[in-house]
């Protein structure tokens, strides 16, 4: 079983910046994939980025790439999202996820954080 509190969210500014923390727990979600997905109203969830928490190699969505990073904490067992360069099409709840087998779409995650809203302004 793998626990995923996140924090961060909040309002800004279009052009701003945000950080989301997702802080994991369990016996092995360092073995894990750990990602980010989004889900704006009337939309499905869309993949955001993701980390192998083993050997730190990442993947992000062409839509993100350049503006989003997605650095790992190995001391604090929290993963973080580093949202750079916001644009109002960025306004979604935002969700941390933690899976095996890793890859951009949702149903190959098995646990979920709680989910935080990020808002961008024009």
């Known amino acids: 079983q793998v626990q995923l509190v996140e924090s961060g969210g909040g309002l800004v500014q279009a052009g701003g910046s945000l950080r989301l923390s997702c802080a994991a727990s369990?016996?092995?979600?360092?073995?894990?994939?750990m990602a980010w997905f989004r889900q704006a109203p009337g939309k499905e969830r869309e993949f955001v980025a993701a980390?192998?928490?083993?050997?730190?190699?990442?993947d992000y969505a062409d839509s993100v790439k350049g503006r989003f990073f997605t650095p790992r904490d190995n001391a604090k067992n929290t993963v973080h999202l580093a949202m750079n360069s916001l644009k109002p099409e960025d306004t979604a709840i935002y969700y941390c996820a933690s899976g095996k087998l890793g890859g951009r779409r949702a149903n190959e995650y098995d646990y979920w954080g709680q989910g935080t809203q990020v808002t961008v302004s024009s």
């Open positions: 980390i192998n928490w083993n050997d730190g190699t990442t």
């Open positions: 369990g016996r092995t979600f360092k073995t894990y994939i």
